[in-house]
């Protein structure tokens, strides 16, 4: 996966359509990955890296009101787009969104019961400098879920969203289409994380690829 260049944050004058592009997924995709979490997560502490406008974080709040979340982002325009959607489902005191690296983080080891992470680790510099920051915040015994979908809208969400776009946000999507820099997303492949899980210090993994989407649990 060799690029030239390599964007990891959602530059700001996309933010709003990617907003948009995430609500859509709501139902068809962050209401199933919030199902799975609540379902096997008792109660504690969640980190959500990359976690983008925080639909997952107010979906799994929505299911289980103890647990207490952190989205963390390196754009500031979707972390206040985050506030403001958890602001609206009436979960502000429940969820944190604050600006952080995920490959840099500002939090004491051993600390999160769970670090979650959907749709960022193709796009990182250095994943291997992210996984082992995922490594040092988690308690011993907790779990990391990291899932990489190459598309999360259906084709029928993709019509709706283009429809939706304002001609300011096509244009810009135009204008990175052009200098080669909106890209398809490709994600890793099982052969591919391995080494990168080893590196970090993972050894307790569990590796799941269908429909163009990698899953990735890890225990520490
Ligand atoms: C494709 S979006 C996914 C957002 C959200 N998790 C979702 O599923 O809708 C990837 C997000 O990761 C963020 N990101 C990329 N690299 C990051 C890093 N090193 N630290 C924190 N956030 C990062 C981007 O700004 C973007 O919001």
């Known amino acids: 996966m060799k690029q030239w260049i390599k964007i990891q944050r959602i530059p700001g004058v996309l933010a709003s359509a990617y907003e948009k592009a995430t609500r859509l997924a709501v139902e068809s995709y962050y209401s199933q990955v919030a199902d799975e979490i609540a379902s096997s997560f008792a109660t504690g502490a969640i980190l959500d890296l990359g976690t983008g406008p925080g639909y997952l974080p107010v979906e799994i709040v929505r299911r289980k009101p103890e647990i207490s979340l952190i989205g963390i982002d390196l754009s500031r325009k979707l972390i206040h787009?985050?506030?403001?959607?958890?602001?609206?489902?009436?979960?502000?005191?429940?969820?944190?969104?604050?600006?952080?690296?995920?490959?840099?983080l500002g939090f004491d080891d051993d600390l999160f019961d769970m670090v979650i992470s959907t749709g960022m680790l193709h796009s990182l510099k250095d994943p291997v400098r992210v996984l082992k920051e995922i490594y040092r915040v988690l308690?011993?015994?907790?779990?990391?879920?990291?899932?990489?979908?190459?598309?999360?809208?259906?084709?029928?969400?993709?019509?709706?969203?283009?429809?939706?776009?304002?001609?300011?946000?096509?244009?810009?999507?135009?204008?990175?289409?052009?200098?080669?820099?909106?890209?398809?997303?490709?994600?890793?492949?099982?052969?591919?994380?391995?080494?990168?899980?080893?590196?970090?210090?993972?050894?307790?993994?569990?590796?799941?690829?269908?429909?163009?989407e990698i899953r990735i649990k890890l225990k520490k």
């Open 81 to 104: 787009m985050a506030q403001a959607n958890a602001a609206k489902a009436g979960f502000s005191h429940q969820i944190q969104f604050k600006f952080g690296n995920a490959a840099k």
């Open 139 to 212: 308690k011993n015994g907790g779990q990391a879920w990291i899932f990489d979908p190459a598309k999360v809208a259906s084709d029928a969400d993709l019509l709706k969203w283009k429809a939706s776009l304002t001609s300011r946000e096509r244009f810009f999507l135009w204008i990175f289409k052009m200098l080669g820099l909106h890209k398809p997303v490709v994600t890793y492949h099982r052969n591919q994380v391995i080494p990168m899980l080893e590196a970090a210090g993972f050894s307790e993994y569990r590796i799941e690829e269908k429909n163009k």
